[in-house]
Each structure stands twice: as structure tokens, then as C-alpha cells.
């Protein structure tokens, strides 16, 4: 009997098509029910219509459900079974967890400065050494003198060459650079009967995709309800990613049916869809082709304005590849003069052993390194924690 339940259930989510898949998990996961029948699959009104009508505050785009699939599909057999909603930990202290695989990317960096640090002669060359290894690390010239200079004083006063010692000066130095008082926690509360909405940019290949789905099972492993917008609308393929990240952990994901589509139509759709069914969080993955400033400006611009019509963006969250190094740190420079960027995500951190960037992009932009990611794994995006991050470098 369960079976045959089970069996029905399934032809009813293949003749449905993909939004009704989602109405299915909607309702298990959500008690303020929709009153639309169901999450659409898609959006929207024609290409270039809906943006300007929204930027000019007009009504929401007309709700095409767009179910791709439904009309040609066999019902069963072949239909998979749905997926089983994980359970994801919670994010707290994940950068502990992952402190082995931190330390194996940049422990060569404090390697090499505690060598240099612990010579017989610590003369000008030695020093020049040591400020040329920051350089190296990414860390940028300036703050890289600036640490010099600091330690060099440091441990003239303390008068100490103690291994230990000249540990623990260094130890503060990075800890200085890095800023340990930046506000680095994601605002991510409701306000009132309106998700928070995080806005996920920069440019493709960084990671962003993979970011959005493994911030959504953080956030749910806090104990938040999630809901997805794929307003990277050229590539099918970044949609179908967010779907089947929404998939394992029970987000909803709100796509286009249509290569193209208006990404601010997709995301004004997200956001509404979110406050309909009473999400806490909305992430909004977005394109991120390396086209015209002004391109990107337009795109980054309108998505802001029309969602800032229903809900308040609480996060403007920029991914950097952190080997890409200098090139990711131009990247940075367009995304931060087209959008107020209010965090970076370092990704690939455990593919690097130039940690210096954080201290870099920190600069660069005036904003906090909230979430880094150190691998491929569902899990592995931890919040930054600028303690972990040092005693990772120096071995702590
Ligand atoms: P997007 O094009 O910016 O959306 O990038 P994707 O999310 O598709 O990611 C591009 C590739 O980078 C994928 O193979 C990801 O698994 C990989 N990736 C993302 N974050 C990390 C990370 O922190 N570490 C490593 N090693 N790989 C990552």
C-alpha cells in the first residue's frame, strides 16, 4: 500500500512537472502554505518587458508556470524516486573542522617566515626576505611593509629572538592585519513578514553557484528556511546546479523555464515567492559573464532595484577564486564600483598557499572576508574566523 502511494506520488510529480516537485517538499517543510497552487519552475513576461515595468515600480510579472517537461514525458517507471532531504550541521565552528585542510595550503607561508624569522642574524636582507614572502602570498605591498616594519620594532623591543616569542609578535601582526574587529557575521534575519535576501555576484568559474547551495545548507543547518533564485539565467546549467543543491536540502528553487530570460524578472519572482511562503532567506545566484562594466552595472543595478521593491537586500555577497590572485582582485575593483558589495567569499582557499589575499581584498574594498571555502565538498564553506586563519598560517 505504501508503495503504491509512493508510486502515485511520483507519476504526480512527473506529469507536474518540476514546480510541483517543489510544491510537494513546500508543503512538507513550510506550514504558512502558498496560496498559489504551486512554486513555478519559472517565470516570466517576454524578454526586456518586465525589467523596466518593475524598475519603474509596476505590478509583478505575470506568473507563467513554465513546466518544460510535462507535456512529453512518460509518467513512470523511469521516474526517480525524490530525493531524500538531508540534514545539514549546523556552520558553527567550521572553520576548526576545516583548520587541517587551511593548514595544509598555507602553513608553508608561516613555515617560511618562522624560518627567516628564527636566523642568527635577523639583518636587512633577512627582513627584505621575509616582506618579499608576504608579497609573494598575495598579502599586497603595502600591508606587507607595514607588517614588517610592526615586527621589526616588536621584536627589537621585546628584545627576544625565542622561537616562541617571535611566534606569538607575528602571530599579533597577522591577526592585526587581518582585523579582528570587523563585523564579519551574515545578516541573514527576517524583517518582520520579509525574507532576508542575499545577493550572490561575481564572475562565473569562481564558485558563486556552488556558494549559493552551500550557504543554503548552512543556513538551513542553522535551523533558517531557504529559498533559491537562479537570476543567472545564460547558463542552464548554473540553474540545474541550484536545483539539485535546493533538491538534497529542501530549498525551493525558483528558475526560468527560458535560456535568457530577464534575470531581474527571475529574481523579483524569487523574492515574492519568498515572502508568499514565509522564507526566512532568499539567495539570488546571478550572471556573472565578464561583459562591459556598463553591462554589468545595468544587470547588478536593476536585479537591486526591483527586488528592493518587496524586500530589503541584506547582503551583496562578491565571490573571489582566491588563486586567482591580482586578476581577482581587478575583478573585485569592477564588481565593488557597479554594486555595494557587503562581503567576499574566498573560494578555493585549500587550492592555494596565498592566504595573503584576505588581507589584500579586505583593503582593496573596504569590506569583511565573511565565508571562505576550502573544497568541493557540500560542506566545506566556512564562516571566516581570522583566529583559525592565522594559527592555520603560523601553526598555532
Ligand atoms: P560559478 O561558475 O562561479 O558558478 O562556479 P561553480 O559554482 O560552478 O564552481 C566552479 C568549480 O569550482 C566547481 O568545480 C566547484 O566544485 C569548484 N569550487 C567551488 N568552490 C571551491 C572551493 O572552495 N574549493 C575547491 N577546491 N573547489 C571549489
Do not use: Y
Not at 61 to 77: G, N, T
Not at 350 to 378: C, F, M
Amino acid at each position: 500500500m505504501e508503495q503504491l502511494i509512493i508510486i502515485l506520488a511520483v507519476v504526480v510529480v512527473v506529469v507536474g512537472g518540476g514546480g510541483t516537485t517543489l510544491l510537494v517538499r513546500t508543503r512538507r517543510r513550510l506550514p504558512r502554505a502558498p496560496q498559489r497552487p504551486a512554486l513555478r519552475g519559472g517565470t516570466t513576461a517576454a524578454p526586456g518587458t518586465a525589467g523596466p515595468d518593475l524598475a519603474e515600480g509596476g505590478s509583478a510579472p505575470p506568473d507563467v508556470a513554465r513546466s518544460p517537461a510535462a507535456p512529453a514525458r512518460p509518467p513512470a517507471p523511469a521516474a526517480p524516486p525524490a530525493p531524500e532531504v538531508e540534514k545539514p550541521p549546523p556552520s558553527a565552528g567550521r572553520l576548526v573542522r576545516l583548520r587541517g585542510r587551511l593548514a595544509r595550503s598555507q602553513s608553508a607561508l608561516g613555515g617560511v617566515l618562522l624560518g627567516l624569522l628564527s636566523r642568527d642574524r635577523l639583518d636587512e636582507e633577512t627582513w627584505d626576505e621575509i616582506e618579499e614572502t608576504l608579497i609573494t602570498a598575495d598579502m599586497g605591498v603595502t600591508p606587507a611593509r607595514q607588517l614588517v616594519e610592526e615586527l621589526r620594532t616588536e621584536v627589537k623591543v621585546a628584545g627576544t629572538r625565542d622561537t616562541e616569542e617571535v611566534r606569538s609578535l607575528l602571530r599579533t601582526q597577522l591577526l592585526t592585519q587581518v582585523g579582528t574587529d570587523l563585523d564579519r557575521s551574515l545578516h541573514t534575519g527576517r524583517h518582520g513578514d520579509r525574507p532576508a535576501v542575499v545577493l550572490v555576484v561575481g564572475v562565473n568559474g569562481t564558485g558563486k553557484t556552488s556558494v549559493c547551495g552551500k550557504l543554503a545548507r548552512a543556513l538551513i543547518g542553522d535551523g533558517q528556511s531557504v529559498l533559491l533564485g537562479a537570476a543567472d539565467t545564460f547558463r542552464a546549467a548554473a540553474a540545474d546546479q541550484l536545483q539539485t543543491w535546493g533538491e538534497r536540502v529542501g530549498a525551493q528553487v525558483v528558475r526560468s523555464g527560458r535560456d535568457g530570460a530577464d534575470p531581474a524578472s527571475v529574481a523579483f519572482d524569487a523574492v515574492n515567492q519568498g515572502i508568499e511562503h514565509g522564507v526566512d532567506v532568499v539567495i539570488v545566484d546571478t550572471a556573472g559573464r565578464l561583459h562591459t562594466k556598463a553591462g554589468l552595472m545595468d544587470e547588478l543595478g536593476k536585479i537591486k532595484r526591483v527586488i528592493s521593491r518587496h524586500a530589503t537586500v541584506d547582503e551583496v555577497l562578491l565571490v573571489l577564486d582566491a588563486t586567482t590572485g591580482q586578476n581577482g582582485l581587478r575583478q573585485a575593483r569592477v564588481f565593488a564600483e557597479v554594486v555595494d558589495v557587503t562581503g567576499i567569499v574566498l573560494t578555493k582557499l585549500d587550492g592555494t598557499a596565498k592566504g595573503g589575499i584576505v588581507i589584500a581584498v579586505q583593503r582593496e574594498l573596504g569590506v569583511p572576508v565573511k565565508l571562505v571555502g576550502l573544497g568541493e565538498g557540500p560542506d566545506d564553506l566556512a564562516p571566516f574566523e581570522p583566529d583559525a586563519f592565522v594559527d592555520a598560517i603560523i601553526g598555532g
